[in-house]
């Protein structure tokens, strides 16, 4: 099915010469009427869709930070630098070994965008993002345990805008924005030289407007899962530019195998394991353009042959009536997210807590990775944060792990990307606009 969409006559459709106004401005659109708080939680505060004439866009300027200067940690616990000096740090892998690795990434040219896309592109330039992809996977070693990398290697490099990775057996499994390749690994191998073999193609092609491709396996190492992003924001270029996206996909390691395993999923990025239930979570990017309160992003667990909505509904049944034609039997088996994060936090990193050594309170839980906003006013994430779990659910407020990463001018000294514990339990995070890995531990005593 092909849907069709007079794009400069519905409301939160522009016309390329508004967004360009609205880059120069540097800010403009509406402002939030509710609080972040309110539109997080397992009962969102949904309210009506804002129809505007310009975009929300609301650019915080990447500047990185000044030499010594940190996030905050929670109380309780301290922050430090584990590696400085990166180039776009975006994911993270922690090998069995304690060696950790890092997709040092960004997006792939694009074309066929159009007017938009090159504007968007200036966007996402001011915010931090607009360098070009490293395209490498670098290792970092702790070899003296002082908690800070004193080796650094190009595991592997030549790649096309890398993000997950995964280790299975003696092959590292890495997502490229085209395909997942498998490598030969060996423990303790600062390169690895040998062609990758691809084992499945990944959606792709000239637009590839979320490229970001997230990958998990399974506890017995049978399976990987793995994420594709819409390719637009509601479908507006048809359906048929959405085949195989916004959806999780199970591969099967034996066969070479994929099937959709989850759809409706605007763009899905982290991907967890919540090991009391043995249960697969994820974090995914929500739809734009209808205010600064909406939608929120979500932590949801994804079960076999769900649909979450997209591009159809959100957060469930509610209706996004910019999408025609409707499909109302796909809305009416929408199922709804565990637990909403806010209204375009960029909730990209996702890690089970189970295993911290940060103090009790983070013991049981999710810990997440929120890039920010570009599109709200206020800002909005730019944090990492803590959901608490019970009984394999969401539970309660989540907490502010690490902050401060806008200044009181709305400036990015950083954003928060993947998130991972080290085999000593202290939380890792990826900051791709400070090109720093950050290591969160318990305060000293």
């Known amino acids: 099915m092909t849907q069709r969409r007079a794009a400069a006559s519905r409301p939160g459709y522009l016309t390329g010469a508004m967004l360009a106004l609205c880059v120069l401005l540097a800010s403009c659109g509406e402002a939030a009427k509710l609080p972040v708080s309110a539109g997080t939680g397992p009962d969102p505060v949904l309210p009506a869709p804002v129809g505007t004439l310009l975009p929300t866009v609301n650019i915080a300027p990447a500047i990185g930070w ?10 309780g616990t301290q ?21 950790v690795l890092v ?11 159009g007017f938009k896309g090159w504007i968007s592109g200036l966007v996402m330039k001011r915010a931090g993002a607009g360098v070009p992809s490293a395209n490498r996977i670098t290792l970092l070693r702790d070899s003296d345990g002082d908690g800070i990398a004193d080796l650094r290697s190009v595991l592997l490099a030549g790649l096309n805008s890398p993000f997950g990775m995964a280790l299975v057996g003696d092959t590292l499994y890495v997502a490229n924005t085209d395909a ?14 040998a062609p990758g073999v691809k084992l499945v193609d990944l959606p792709g092609g000239p637009i590839n407007h979320h490229w ?3 990958l998990i396996a399974n506890p017995e ?15 507006e270029r048809g359906m ?27 763009n899905p990025n982290g991907l967890a394991w919540e090991p009391h239930r043995n249960t697969l979570w994820t974090v995914v990017n929500e739809r734009d353009e209808i205010g600064s309160d909406l939608v929120p992003d979500y932590l949801t667990s994804v079960r076999d042959g769900d649909f979450y909505g997209w591009p159809y509904s959100y957060f469930g049944r ?8 409707q499909q109302p039997a796909l809305v009416a088996r929408a199922r709804k997210p565990d637990y909403a994060l806010g209204p375009h936090t960029a909730s990209l990193g996702l890690a089970s807590s189970v295993g911290t050594t940060l103090p009790a309170a983070f013991a049981n839980g999710m810990f997440i990775g929120q890039h920010g906003s570009w599109n709200r006013r206020p800002h909005s994430g730019y944090k990492v944060i803590f959901v608490p779990f019970d009984n394999g659910k969401p539970t309660g407020e989540p907490v502010d792990v690490l902050t401060g990463f806008l200044s009181p001018d709305g400036e990015a000294y950083g954003r928060p990307v993947g998130v991972a514990l080290d085999r000593k339990g202290a939380l890792l995070v990826a900051d791709d606009v400070g090109n720093t890995i950050w290591r969160v531990t318990a305060a000293a005593k």
């Open 240 to 266: 048929d530019a959405e085949e195989g996206r916004a959806a999780i996909w199970e591969v099967d390691l034996a066969t070479r195998t994929h099937r959709l395993f989850a759809t409706g999923l605007r």
């Open 221 to 235: 190492g049978s399976l990987l899962y793995v994420t594709t992003g819409s390719n637009s924001n509601v479908a």
């Open 180 to 193: 997942v390749l498998g490598f030969p690994y060996v423990t303790g191998s600062t390169e690895i030289t």
């Open 79 to 99: 922050v430090a630098a584990f590696a400085r000096g990166l180039d776009h740090p975006r994911w993270l892998h922690v090998l069995p070994n304690g060696d």
């Open 103 to 113: 997709a040092e990434s960004n997006a792939p040219a694009r074309s066929g965008d």
């Open 318 to 325: 509610h209706v996004d009536v910019r999408v025609q034609p």
């Open 212 to 214: 970001t491709k997230n």
């Open 66 to 75: 000044a030499q010594g200067s940190t996030p905050l940690a929670v109380p």
